[in-house]
């Protein structure tokens, strides 16, 4: 089905109370794209907890610089704002906001939430950039019109060795991981680990407000659950890594992340297969 619709995609479902999974080239490495904003958030609320920051220290932001369609919150600003860290946190995860991203990176360079990770544990997850980077593809300098041609060569110019000659797309440059480092990240957050479980349960509550819903969260949403995630998407990139907890008290984690062989900006067809896998994987592993 997935290469039917010009899909492939790294995808492990685990159930987090008792390690059972199932998969799709759960270690297949790709770049990460939004999902960096996770890490991020664990390592500035880690050195909140420190005394290293001061959640409510003002900062002052400048309007975001990337004028092309997609860019949310801070990103679309005209003009300086002064912003708390924590309220930098929100918008960075919840709301996917690139300016107040790189905002706690200022805070927390990329080394610093690499070396976070390393101390908690936690692998598979590289941190080598801002996202500012990530605006710097060819999407950014051609019209709108054209934007079917950044994606040609996102599509065309990789390498079988995950390399690219985008830069954003080559998993030896770019931020990088895969479904089971995701998963993994996702067990450290929602079950007893090296995080401190203030750092843990604020990260749960950031994911669990993310106004991204498109993608996953239409097959794992309902009355009976609840659906916590962050998405990723950067030319022909489309992640979500997320968490669904069952009111029977069953809980499984979802990490998807995906490339498309499609030269097209919008792929509703292509979020809705991600989804269908993704639920076919949690039913087989609900059902043991």
Known sequence: MLDDAGLRGSFLV??????????????????IASLVKVPLAIA??????????DGSAEILVEPGPVTTPGPTGLSRFRHPARIAVDDLLYLSVAVS?????DALFALTPPAGVAAELHRLGLRGITVRHTIWELSETPAERL?????????????????????????????????????RAFADLLRALWTPSAIDPGTAGRVRGLMADNLIRHRL????????????SKTGTLLNLRHEVGVVEHADGQVFGVAVLTESRVPAVDQPGA???????????????RQG
Request: charged share 30%; proline share 5%.
């Open 14 to 31: 685990r159930d987090l109370r008792t390690g059972d999974e199932i998969g799709i080239e759960p270690d297949l490495e790709f770049p």
């Open 44 to 53: 500035t609320l880690e050195r909140v907890r420190r005394g290293e920051l």
């Open 97 to 101: 906001d690139n300016t107040a991203t």
């Open 143 to 179: 019209d709108p019109a054209d934007a079917h041609l950044a994606h040609i060569l996102a599509i065309e110019a990789a390498t079988a060795g995950r390399g690219h000659r985008i830069p954003q797309l080559d998993v030896t440059r770019a931020n990088s991981g895969s479904a």
């Open 217 to 228: 969260a239409p097959d794992f949403t309902s009355d009976a659950t609840r659906w916590s």
């Open 271 to 285: 979020e809705a297969l991600m989804a269908q896998v993704a639920r076919t994987l949690r039913d087989r592993l």
